[in-house]
């Protein structure tokens, strides 16, 4: 399935759903946690089974139809991947690189969809959760991103889910899918946030502390 009905994609952004600048504060993985409760109910959890199964039969189309319209809604977003603000449609879907970010972007909510326990017992020292605080601290050391963008990729993932699922995308599976995205950004925040906590004392590592740790070295890729 193309991208064609992203041409007319407005989106706007609701002003408590990001904040312009991450905020500093202290990691407590306990008290998270405690703090906030289960994500997903065992009907979620079989929608989510269900649906996602229909949305990777194609990952890096479906992927690549959400970063179009990314860029459609900001595209100041194309400067981050040294594309000419004037790039046209193919000349974006055959860049080598947008390619890649497509590819590992499904990769990291195919990995979270194949590990919803770890969703629902939102256990710090797991993977999957290192994973997504890692991938905020890469896009902390990115220069000219900015915190809201995290707001136009959850808009545009319900966008190109809409597209593909259809008349299935129904109010409980948007919802469910609101609060898999909802946790998902989260920890990409949070790992964002955690990045500039750690420059305080530190210039060249991110250290993510909870009942583990992880470490992202400045020349991560």
Excluded at 102 to 117: A, R, T
Aim: hydrophobic share 35%; glycine share 4%.
């Amino acid at each position: 399935m193309g991208c064609e009905s992203s041409r007319n994609v407005q989106i706007a952004l609701e002003p408590d759903s990001t904040d312009n600048q991450p905020t500093h504060r202290s990691f407590d993985s306990n008290h998270d946690a405690k703090k906030q409760g289960p994500i997903l109910t065992e009907i979620q959890i079989d929608i989510i089974n269900s649906t996602w199964p229909l949305l990777a039969e194609d990952k890096v189309t479906h992927g690549m139809c959400i970063f179009m319209d990314i860029f459609l809604v900001e595209p100041k977003i194309k400067a981050l991947f040294k594309l000419d603000s004037e790039a046209d449609a193919d000349l974006i879907r055959n860049d080598g690189r947008i390619q890649g970010h497509v590819s590992k972007f499904m990769s990291h909510i195919d990995n979270v969809c194949s590990n919803l326990d770890v969703v629902v017992s939102q256990h710090y020292d797991s993977v999957v959760i290192k994973d997504l605080l890692l991938l905020g601290a890469h896009h902390a050391t990115i220069p000219g991103f900015e915190f809201i963008y995290f707001g136009i990729f959850v808009k545009c993932l319900h966008l190109t889910w809409e597209r593909v699922l259809r008349e299935e995308y129904t109010e409980e599976v948007r919802d469910t899918w609101a609060a898999l995205f909802e946790f998902i950004i989260s920890k990409i925040q949070e790992g964002y946030r955690l990045y500039y906590e750690d420059q305080q004392p530190h210039d060249n590592h991110l250290h993510l502390h909870s009942h583990g740790s992880a470490r992202l070295k400045d020349d991560s890729g």
